[in-house]
């Protein structure tokens, strides 16, 4: 199975690189599963616990939630793994965010990080084991109590039950279940048994999040807090060469100024003082090298290095050896924008340091490389940094980054009192860690029936993993950009996928889904390509194409029959994708039509095969989330560079999707019994080749650069 | 020294009155329910009302709500305020949840003029407002929930 090998070489090489990239980290890190005792039991309070289930002697619940809620619905999902092997009701739990530990390490990644759709998938197992090994061991305390053998009792909502009727809430038997040992192995329910998982559960967020209390990053406040507003260089990396504070200082309410690596810092009790005060800053930067780039040499130098040899990331057959032989060849090229993360919470962190601990609260994806990133930025040991991971108003994978907690620790640690910095828009949009931009040279050799006997993709991009963690970039090869071409379904007998790592001197960063949305765009546009030239029906052909994978064709079949593929309406067209990614399969049909403006999109089909699905109504959520955030920034987004600076700065010149222009969505998951396969991400990179389809079965027009709209300005 | 009225209660604010109402409320008075997302009005996040009417906090000077009653989700009439709640959690809107207390203020003054919106309408009076997770399609049922909730009250 080539995905799974592709899968264990992802996860096994991330985990090597992590280590190694992080190697301040290999001390203290332990990866795998070590569930902590199961007793631990102090004078006067006994507990039971473990890494993830907390059980008082009056029976209250408190489960840990390892995983950073950007809006997934983590703070939920996670608990309900648990909770269902525990046999407590979700409803009355109450969930706490987890530290930075090595036991939350995600054992897909290498850290504990939140990404890569892995939540569900790294949980799957080891979360219903912990909900296991407690409720095993409650078993066991009222076995005891009662004299009888555990096999004959049962638990359920809290309670343990023997046979003969007898009864003990958890909370009973805590005092005796935390003196005893945690059991080696522990059997899990049948699924025919789950009451939690698969069922539409109420998330446990919203409630504090409609009531206004849910706290974010940048609600965060400590006693005697100052508001950090930063002046960082108009280019990314410049530096500081003179500043005059002279006028900010002058400022009512001006506090301090403050100069750390990355700018100067001025401090203030609000956010409008602080930020004014930072305006009065007179700063002379060195802006660095990164001043002479603009959107021109960057796309030259870019398409310059397209002609150097790619890394090999996957070759069957001949490769490309035989592309000559072929009785007809397609070639397009197709090109994707950088762009900005722009979670709708700008950056920001709280930092404290106090008794010689540092503590670091706010919105944060990656807990232990803000534990070590944070020790090496101030000077302190990493087990005196301590992170408290607050709710995310959005991630994408933007606050994986370092950046601004360090900045915040090394403000606070001037300042010395506890200090939210918090970016503005504009701070977050022209500091950011973007979407890499890229160019796909995509070829097909056709017999003379029209099938593909040769398929090659190259693509030549930055590199978000050499700038994140190098050592996973081995002899050129990026794991990470090959996402969406490396594992192409398609039934094609000679495959050459290759990789040209190009930095083009902007900081590139993990954008939600990563390159799977490059290249399913070009993989995905290209395919239709193909059938057009090939005179055949972009459904049929990749239906051929895909024989012998039943998930893959099922999904396809699904989703146009339910879109009425071949009977759109007058003046619509229906555009179709499919792709597997992140271990589930699905399909997309777009239909559009064409406006004054350009073209709008109408109403989208999606079917979605990822196996079991833990939480039918936030599974739906997720992939309606990821096909907005693909289509939002697939239609208008685009970063450029003029002299080294981002020219977009807020939403006016970075437009987000609005509701009126959002489209019908239908969404249908595929009943199964496999495994979990990731959500996040999935719904992002399949809309825009299915828009681009459409539009070029409309109006004839190849649409192959994005952002797409540009094309109808 | 401005007097100030949040949510029925007195509160004063001693500092430049061009202080956005945004900053007055998150980092003076502590009512952090509304969010900063733009700071240009092009978002909706910082949506309060000032005298019942929806305002971008975030470009609005604290000096524009003297003599005027700023509400936030905390302080909305009890009959709007819970069933827009109740109706956003029935239909399960938010995923980050960062613009719903944005989205929630700018329905509230939708429902309270017009309890039984036409579609056409909560897009126009929503469309102000920024949700980047795409949760557009539950606002807009819990727009419609929470204002049969209000005219069922009514009738």
Same mark, same amino acid.
């Given at each position: 199975?080539?995905?799974?090998?592709?899968?264990?070489?992802?996860?096994?090489?991330?985990?090597?690189?992590?280590?190694?990239?992080?190697?301040?980290?290999?001390?203290?890190?332990?990866?795998?599963?070590?569930?902590?005792?199961?007793?631990?039991?102090?004078?006067?309070?006994?507990?039971?616990?473990?890494?993830? %289930?907390?059980?008082?002697?009056?029976?209250?619940?408190?489960?840990?939630?390892?995983?950073?809620?950007?809006?997934?619905?983590?703070?939920?999902?996670?608990?309900?793994?648990?909770?269902?092997?525990?046999? %407590?009701?979700?409803?009355?739990?109450?969930?706490?965010?987890?530290?930075?530990?090595?036991?939350?390490?995600?054992?897909?990644? /290498?850290?504990?990080?939140?990404?890569?759709?892995?939540?569900?998938?790294?949980?799957?197992?080891?979360?219903?084991?912990?909900?296991?090994?407690?409720?095993?061991?409650?078993?066991?305390?009222?076995?005891?109590?009662?004299?009888?053998?555990?096999?004959?009792?049962?638990?359920?909502?809290?309670?343990?039950?023997?046979?003969?009727?007898?009864?003990?809430?958890?909370?009973?038997?805590?005092?005796?279940?935390?003196?005893?040992? &945690?059991?080696?192995?522990?059997?899990?329910?049948?699924?025919?048994?789950?009451?939690?998982? /698969?069922?539409?559960?109420?998330?446990?967020?919203?409630?504090?999040?409609?009531?206004?209390?849910?706290?974010?990053?940048?609600?965060?406040?400590?006693?005697?807090?100052?508001?950090?507003?930063?002046?960082?260089?108009?280019?990314? /990396?410049?530096?500081?060469?003179?500043?005059?504070?002279?006028?900010?200082?002058?400022?009512?309410?001006?506090?301090?100024?403050?100069?750390?690596?990355?700018?100067?810092?001025?401090?203030?009790?609000?956010?409008?003082?602080?930020?004014?005060?930072?305006?009065?800053?007179?700063?002379?930067?060195?802006?660095?090298?990164?001043?002479?780039?603009?959107?021109?040499?960057?796309?030259?130098?870019?398409?310059?290095?397209?002609?150097?040899?790619?890394?090999?990331?996957?070759?069957?057959?001949?490769?490309?050896?035989?592309?000559?032989?072929?009785?007809?060849?397609?070639?397009?090229?197709?090109?994707?924008?950088?762009?900005?993360?722009?979670?709708?919470?700008?950056?920001?962190?709280?930092?404290?340091?106090?008794?010689?601990?540092?503590?670091?609260?706010?919105?944060?994806?990656?807990?232990?490389?803000?534990?070590?990133?944070?020790?090496?930025?101030?000077?302190?040991?990493?087990?005196?940094?301590?992170?408290?991971?607050?709710?995310?108003?959005?991630?994408?994978?933007?606050?994986?980054?370092?950046?601004?907690?360090?900045?915040?620790?090394?403000?606070?640690?001037?300042?010395?009192?506890? %200090?939210?910095?918090?970016?503005?828009?504009?701070?977050?949009?022209?500091?950011?860690?973007?979407?890499?931009?890229?160019?796909?040279?995509?070829?097909?050799?056709?017999?003379?029936?029209?099938?593909?006997?040769?398929?090659?993709?190259?693509?030549?991009?930055?590199?978000?993993?050499?700038?994140?963690?190098?050592?996973?970039?081995?002899?050129?090869?990026?794991?990470?950009?090959?996402?969406?071409?490396?594992?192409?379904?398609?039934?094609?007998?000679?495959?050459?996928?290759?990789?040209?790592?190009?930095?083009?001197?902007?900081?590139?960063?993990?954008?939600?889904?990563?390159?799977?949305?490059?290249?399913?765009?070009? =993989?995905?546009?290209?395919?239709?390509?193909?059938?057009?030239?090939?005179?055949?029906?972009? =459904?049929?052909?990749?239906?051929?194409?895909?024989?012998?994978?039943?998930?893959?064709?099922?999904?396809?079949?699904?989703?146009?029959?339910?879109?009425?593929?071949?009977?759109?309406?007058?003046?619509?067209?229906?555009?179709?994708?499919?792709?597997?990614?992140?271990?589930?399969?699905? &399909?997309?049909?777009?239909?559009?039509?064409?406006?004054?403006?350009?073209?709008?999109?109408?109403? =989208?089909?999606?079917?979605?095969?990822?196996?079991?699905?833990?939480?039918?109504?936030?599974?739906?959520?997720?992939?309606?989330?990821?096909?907005?955030? /693909?289509?939002?920034?697939?239609?208008?987004?685009?970063?450029?560079?003029?002299?080294?600076?981002?020219?977009?700065?807020?939403?006016?010149?970075?437009?987000?999707?609005?509701?009126?222009?959002?489209?019908?969505?239908?969404?249908?998951?595929?009943?199964?019994?496999?495994?979990?396969?990731?959500?996040?991400?999935?719904?992002?990179?399949?809309?825009?080749?299915?828009?681009?389809?459409?539009?070029?079965?409309?109006?004839?027009?190849?649409?192959?650069?994005?952002?797409?709209?540009?094309?109808?300005? | 020294?401005?007097?100030?009225?949040?949510?029925?209660?007195?509160?004063?604010?001693?500092?430049?009155?061009?202080?956005?109402?945004?900053?007055?409320?998150?980092?003076?008075?502590?009512?952090?329910?509304?969010?900063?997302? #733009?700071?240009?009005?092009?978002?909706?996040? #910082?949506?309060?009302?000032?005298?019942?009417?929806?305002?971008?906090? #975030?470009?609005?000077?604290?000096?524009?709500?003297?003599?005027?009653?700023?509400?936030?989700?905390?302080?909305?009439?009890?009959?709007?305020?819970?069933?827009?709640?109740?109706?956003?959690?029935? $239909?399960?809107?938010?995923?980050?949840?960062? #613009?719903?207390?944005?989205?929630?203020?700018?329905?509230?003054?939708?429902?309270?003029?017009?309890?039984?919106? !036409? $579609?056409? $309408?909560?897009?126009?009076?929503?469309?102000?407002?920024?949700?980047?997770?795409?949760?557009? !399609?539950?606002?807009?049922?819990?727009?419609?929930?929470?204002?049969? !909730?209000?005219?069922?009250?009514?009738?």
């Amino acid at each position: 199975m080539k995905k799974h090998l592709l899968q264990d070489k992802l996860e096994s090489s991330a985990r090597r690189g992590f280590m190694k990239s992080t190697s301040a980290l290999s001390g203290a890190l332990v990866i795998g599963f070590n569930l902590p005792a199961a007793g631990a039991k102090t004078a006067d309070a006994p507990m039971l616990t473990n890494a993830w %289930v907390k059980v008082d002697g009056k029976g209250a619940v408190t489960l840990i939630c390892h995983r950073s809620e950007m809006g997934q619905g983590v703070y939920t999902s996670m608990p309900m793994l648990v909770a269902e092997e525990l046999d %407590v009701p979700l409803s009355s739990v109450k969930i706490e965010m987890a530290p930075s530990a090595p036991v939350y390490i995600n054992a897909m990644l /290498g850290g504990q990080i939140t990404g890569g759709s892995t939540s569900v998938r790294d949980a799957w197992t080891k979360l219903r084991e912990a909900g296991a090994s407690a409720r095993t061991v409650l078993v066991g305390a009222a076995a005891e109590t009662w004299k009888v053998p555990a096999s004959e009792c049962t638990a359920a909502n809290g309670v343990v039950m023997h046979k003969s009727g007898k009864k003990l809430a958890y909370g009973a038997l805590v005092a005796k279940a935390s003196t005893m040992k &945690a059991p080696e192995k522990v059997a899990l329910k049948d699924p025919k048994d789950w009451k939690i998982i /698969g069922k539409n559960k109420a998330r446990l967020d919203t409630p504090a999040k409609v009531y206004g209390k849910a706290q974010y990053g940048i609600d965060v406040k400590k006693p005697g807090m100052l508001i950090a507003s930063l002046a960082q260089a108009p280019v990314i /990396g410049g530096k500081v060469v003179k500043v005059n504070d002279a006028k900010a200082k002058a400022l009512k309410g001006v506090v301090n100024v403050i100069q750390i690596p990355d700018g100067v810092a001025v401090l203030a009790k609000d956010f409008y003082t602080a930020k004014k005060g930072r305006d009065l800053l007179e700063i002379e930067w060195d802006n660095g090298p990164g001043a002479d780039l603009d959107m021109e040499s960057i796309a030259a130098a870019l398409r310059t290095a397209s002609v150097n040899p790619g890394a090999i990331m996957r070759k069957d057959g001949a490769g490309i050896a035989d592309m000559d032989k072929a009785a007809s060849k397609v070639e397009a090229e197709y090109e994707l924008p950088f762009l900005a993360h722009a979670t709708l919470e700008p950056v920001n962190c709280t930092a404290e340091i106090i008794n010689g601990e540092c503590h670091i609260t706010g919105p944060i994806q990656f807990q232990q490389g803000a534990q070590y990133g944070v020790a090496a930025g101030v000077g302190m040991p990493p087990e005196k940094v301590f992170i408290h991971t607050t709710f995310l108003g959005g991630g994408y994978g933007r606050k994986l980054e370092l950046d601004f907690q360090i900045q915040a620790a090394q403000i606070a640690k001037a300042a010395g009192v506890p %200090v939210k910095l918090l970016w503005s828009r504009e701070d977050d949009m022209t500091h950011d860690f973007y979407r890499p931009l890229s160019l796909h040279q995509m070829t097909a050799g056709l017999d003379a029936a029209g099938n593909v006997t040769t398929f090659h993709s190259k693509l030549t991009s930055p590199s978000v993993t050499a700038r994140a963690f190098p050592p996973v970039v081995q002899n050129g090869k990026d794991p990470f950009m090959a996402e969406g071409s490396e594992n192409l379904t398609y039934k094609i007998p000679n495959i050459l996928v290759e990789n040209v790592i190009h930095d083009t001197g902007i900081r590139v960063g993990f954008w939600r889904s990563v390159s799977n949305a490059l290249n399913a765009f070009a =993989v995905e546009s290209f395919i239709d390509e193909i059938a057009l030239a090939a005179k055949k029906d972009p =459904v049929a052909y990749r239906m051929d194409m895909l024989k012998g994978d039943a998930r893959s064709q099922n999904v396809l079949k699904l989703a146009t029959e339910k879109a009425g593929w071949g009977k759109a309406a007058a003046g619509r067209a229906l555009g179709v994708a499919q792709m597997e990614c992140y271990g589930t399969h699905s &399909a997309v049909v777009a239909e559009v039509s064409m406006t004054k403006d350009g073209p709008k999109l109408h109403k =989208v089909t999606a079917v979605v095969d990822c196996g079991i699905v833990v939480h039918p109504d936030q599974a739906h959520a997720q992939i309606e989330s990821g096909i907005l955030l /693909g289509f939002s920034s697939g239609m208008k987004n685009s970063i450029t560079f003029k002299n080294g600076v981002v020219e977009q700065t807020n939403f006016h010149n970075y437009p987000l999707l609005r509701m009126s222009e959002t489209p019908v969505i239908d969404i249908t998951f595929v009943s199964s019994s496999a495994a979990p396969g990731g959500l996040g991400e999935v719904g992002v990179p399949l809309i825009m080749p299915a828009i681009a389809n459409a539009v070029a079965t409309l109006t004839g027009k190849r649409v192959r650069k994005l952002p797409l709209m540009s094309a109808f300005a | 020294m401005l007097k100030l009225n949040v949510n029925g209660k007195p509160a004063n604010f001693d500092g430049d009155p061009d202080t956005p109402i945004l900053w007055v409320l998150r980092d003076h008075l502590d009512v952090t329910s509304p969010k900063f997302g #733009c700071g240009m009005a092009l978002c909706g996040a #910082c949506t309060v009302h000032l005298d019942g009417s929806p305002i971008r906090s #975030c470009s609005t000077p604290v000096s524009a709500a003297v003599g005027k009653k700023i509400t936030t989700i905390e302080g909305l009439p009890a009959g709007v305020g819970k069933a827009l709640q109740d109706a956003w959690i029935a $239909e399960e809107v938010p995923q980050c949840g960062y #613009c719903q207390t944005g989205q929630m203020m700018s329905a509230a003054a939708l429902i309270t003029k017009n309890a039984k919106p !036409s $579609e056409a $309408e909560i897009v126009a009076a929503m469309d102000g407002n920024i949700c980047r997770c795409g949760t557009y !399609s539950r606002i807009q049922k819990a727009v419609v929930r929470a204002g049969k !909730s209000v005219a069922g009250a009514k009738a």
